[in-house]
């Protein structure tokens, strides 16, 4: 007896659609910054976020092709000039992935709220856990490399007693 999958609801349509679009900007944005990456810390964090960008297009892709819902134009090489000279100091990219990171934890964790689909599911509940390892990456090189705004610490340090 073969199961058949339930048809993409419009919610999982949706954030799978929005999710295909950010990581498609995101590779044409690491792409570039891939060219110009010099810290090999860095590059480290860039290469892990370049594969799992990839890996979300390409699994989204599957899953559209699967379904016959269209492939979204999304953003393509003609969208970056790999050859424009560097912008940015290699420091820049760090705070670049935690900024997108952020997002992609929101993006991922409300998504994970409103699909029902047993392999979108498993799908964004494997984004968010990879995202989470690409911000921790990121939070330990900032880190490491002094670069890391922290909150303030309160003036008594009395163990809080106010």
């Known amino acids: 007896m ?3 999958k339930p048809n993409l609801t419009l919610a999982e349509m949706g954030k799978l ?4 679009m ?12 891939r060219r110009h990456i010099e810290d090999p810390d860095i590059q480290s964090v860039l290469e892990y976020a370049w594969t799992i960008t990839n890996n979300y297009i390409k699994e989204i892709t599957h899953i559209f092709n699967e379904e016959n819902f269209p492939i979204p134009v999304g953003f ?17 990219y760090l705070y670049y ?6 997002v992609g934890m929101s ?4 998504a994970i709220s409103v699909v029902t689909r047993k392999d ?10 990879e995202t989470v390892k690409l911000l921790t990456m990121t939070k330990e090189i900032l880190t490491a490399k002094g670069l890391l705004m922290n909150a303030p610490v309160p003036l008594c340090q009395k163990k809080y007693n106010l």
């Open 2 to 4: 073969s199961m058949e």
């Open 22 to 33: 950010g990581n498609t900007m995101g590779k044409c944005i690491l792409s570039y910054y």
């Open 107 to 110: 993006i991922y964790s409300s």
């Open 120 to 129: 979108i599911n498993e799908f964004y509940v494997r984004c968010l856990q």
């Open 76 to 92: 393509t090489e003609e969208d970056v000039n790999l050859d424009a000279p560097r912008l940015f100091k290699d420091e820049f």
């Open 97 to 102: 992935l935690q900024y997108t990171g952020k």
């Open 17 to 20: 659609w929005v999710t295909y």
